[in-house]
């Protein structure tokens, strides 16, 4: 395990390669309070073999531009969050990203491809993600969204409504809870 806060004040850290690591710990490369400033630096990432990327672990790493991921279990909450100078990420066999992960990366153009997440990506995992175009899911793959059931309703409506481009809601046989309290549902050829 690399422990929580490991790097926290490394702003001079400028690339990290980390391989068969099980836990990557919360805030490694973050801010932890005025004193210890988050690695501004940090340019690049690649990481491999890694079980679990733990909450907040690159959180506001606003110099780092590029991420490259294989075989990565979990991606912890708001794990990336305000990596605004983020552009790219390569993604080979995740298996789950939490909520807020890439949260306001607000520079990201580029996810090689989300097909490569097996299980699950749930809510706001892009929010602020305005330059992200493109993407492909894998048709197992989970998505989900955080928020009250009138929220939920609010974007089920827009989505009947037409205002997304899906396929038909005709098409919408029904909606279903799964044994872990997941809606479930098919359409059309999504």
């Given at each position: ?104 990366c607000e520079n990201l153009t580029t996810i090689n491809s989300l097909s490569n997440v097996t299980e699950r990506i749930n809510g706001f995992t892009f929010y602020g993600c305005k ?60």
């Open positions: 395990k690399i422990g929580d806060q490991a790097f926290t004040g490394c702003t001079g850290l400028q690339n990290a390669t980390i391989d068969n690591v099980k836990t990557i710990g919360s805030r490694v490369f973050s801010e932890y309070g005025q004193d210890q400033p988050a690695c501004i630096s940090l340019n690049s990432v690649n990481l491999s073999n890694v079980n679990t990327i733990d909450q907040r672990a690159f959180q506001n790493c606003t110099g780092l531009k590029t991420v490259d991921m294989a075989n990565i279990d979990t991606i912890g909450q708001f794990a990336f969050q305000n990596c605004t100078g983020l552009e790219t990420v390569n993604m080979d066999h995740i298996r789950f990203i939490d909520n807020y992960a890439f949260w306001n330059n992200l175009k493109g993407l492909t899911v894998d048709d197992l793959a989970k998505m989900g969204y955080v928020g009250s059931n009138e929220e939920i309703m609010k974007r089920v409506e827009a989505i009947l409504a037409g205002k997304f481009n899906l396929d038909s809601a005709e098409e919408i046989g029904q909606l279903t809870t799964d044994e872990e309290n997941w809606l479930v549902g098919s359409v059309g050829k999504s």
